[in-house]
């Protein structure tokens, strides 16, 4: 099926309800539309040939969002966030990125509740849609631990606030489908057996430091099954924290890292080769690697936004493969986040047993805001 | 034992009667206005400091737990404190009353139509009606009858430090309107459509906005325009609210005889201007000595 005839029944729904002549604040979702454009170039596509030159910058489209979201009741609220991934236009088909409803109010001990396929609160940034970042791509230790599209799982999610006094901290717990890591990984659950579930775990804390800045830091962790063929597990421990200062409304300095610990039992690599004894046995092996990014973003006049981030992560099946980078960015948003365009450019180094790659990228990303999708909060 | 136990009584019901309506509002002019009315019998705390843009505010997780303890929630309403829901939700208080100031209030500039296409238009009209203070009687009649719904029992004291208020807002209100009577007609320009309920309320004419439109930053043509207007058109003062960037109206104020007027829109703003009737004491005289 052609990708965006895929809109058609979304498109018929929003027209009869426009028809009924009734408020529209009170009967419709708010919807948007958010896509993303690329104008990309790196010098890294002839590095086989020994050659070193950048590339003829391709303009690519790298995905669009539809973002429907509401009310259901007084009780909760639903959100739907379908997309369309690049690089091709006319031949991409419309997926479900996330389908879920919250329950945030009236459950006992103020608990929250979701259920559905979601972005997981693991870590910071795994929250946050990717039109919302300050620089253009994923940070490498989150693309090489959760996979480029993050942890976003089928599962039910719980949370409460913490009895803290004045400071906001909340614990919340997933009980997810699992299999996200493992496709990130590469593998495919051909085995047959029953779904191994992943749990999730976040607990934060916000302080208002200043009427002018504020710190949250977050403590997570995940586990599951890897390798569904040998029942392989692992473990992640992710440290996050994120400041701002914000001394006017032209102005916002933020400061975000994240450092990701990995260990898991595995008796194959990433290549799914597997691994031998010195006597050529198949043995399993206990992998511990780890990654972290940190960035700064500064916006000044309200429009502009200047920033760099560093990269360091090895790879979730050796601590031999890994890989160091540096981005700078820069952002122009003329109108608040309705139309916004950020140029990158990206110093990545990748080490190997017996290689050494480096690979820099230039990249423009052109992207709009069309609705009323809200700011995501702090 | 009886004169223990009459005694204990006596103490749990004078704790329940001063039992405090916790209140939070969005902007700290409200919370003057409550705290007035509510007396000892309300803890009332805010949302958006007077020196920051109310239009724009982070969804912060703090102000999210002040959310969580309260009883009432006022706010300007009309979709001025568009991160209110945000904050709301996020706070998990199912007993938590928002009360819509604007419900009775007769609204300026409500548009026919509205799309991004017009920049930062309200579409129920614009909601910066606290700035004349005759809308307050209304503002403080429906902060009366939340407060009662909270605390039945204190109806009578909230009606009578509203009232008391009211009359002490009511002369002021005759005093800025004397105050202000010389300049009926003056034309002025605002940074932002902040000051049109201000200018109706005293017979002031809005020439001209330094924003393009809604929430549109200056943009040099438009500025060019200005300069243009404030030759030709006698304009004497331009109002901006201390959060907004000076530079485009002082470009337009050196090019003319326009004088730059920083006026606070909210109580904290600047300093001295900590309670309301400071707030418009502060802006009322500094706009008759510009005029004058």
Known sequence: MHGLARFAPLLVVVAALSNLGLSQTTLN???????????ESND??????????????????????????????????????LTLPGPDIEAASLGIEELYATVFR????????????????????????????????????????????????????????????????????????????????GISDTSGSKPFYANSARLMGFFSLTDESDLEVGLSTLTGIHDPFHRDRFWYVNGDFKYKYKPSMYTALVLQGEYLYNTRSAAQDQAFQPFLDAAGNPEARTINSSGFYVYADYQFFKLYSLGARYDWSEA???????????????????????????LEYQHFRTEAPGTATVVNTIVLQVLFSLGPHKAHPF | MNRLLCFVLALASLSLSRADVRVVTSLPDLADFAQRIGGDK????????????????????????????????FIIGMEFELWAPQLVDG?????????DLSRAIQKMEVPAAVNAGMGDVHRYGNPHYWLDPRNIRIVAGEMVDALTKASPVDEAFFRGNAEAYLKKLDAKIVEWQAQMKPFAGSRIITFHKSWSYFANWLGLVIAGQVEPLPGIAPTPGHTSELIQLCRQGNIKAIIVEPFYDMSAPEQIARSTSAKVLQLPTSVGGVDGAEDYIALMDHNISTMAATLR
Do not use: C
Request: aromatic share 10%.
């Open chain 2, 42 to 73: 309300v803890k009332v705390d805010f949302i958006v400091k007077g020196n920051q843009n109310p239009h724009f505010v982070d969804v912060k997780p703090s102000y999210m737990m002040k959310l969580k303890s309260a009883d009432i929630f």
């Open chain 1, 106 to 185: 009236g459950l006992p001990l103020d608990l929250n509740l979701r259920f559905g396929k979601y972005r997981v609160e693991y870590g910071k940034l795994n929250l946050v849609h990717p039109h919302a970042w300050p620089f253009v791509t994923q940070p490498l230790s989150q693309t090489r631990f959760l996979g480029e599209e993050g942890l976003n799982d089928l599962g039910i999610s719980a949370s409460i606030l913490l009895p803290t006094g004045d400071v906001y901290s909340r614990l919340t717990l997933d009980v997810l489908r699992g299999g996200t890591i493992e496709e990130a990984a």
């Open chain 2, 91 to 99: 706070s998990r208080n199912a007993n938590l009353n928002v009360v």
């Open chain 1, 316 to 342: 979730p099946y050796s601590n031999d493969d890994r890989t160091t980078g540096v981005s700078v960015f820069a952002g122009y948003y003329p109108v608040e986040e309705t139309l916004g365009l950020r």
């Open chain 1, 29 to 39: 979702p708010d919807i948007s539309v958010i896509p993303r454009f690329l104008i």
């Open chain 1, 44 to 81: 890294g596509e002839k590095l086989s040939q020994g050659k070193r030159e950048f590339s003829q910058p391709d303009f690519q489209f790298q995905e669009l969002e539809l973002v429907i979201q509401s009310y259901l009741n007084p009780f909760s609220r639903a959100d739907v966030v």
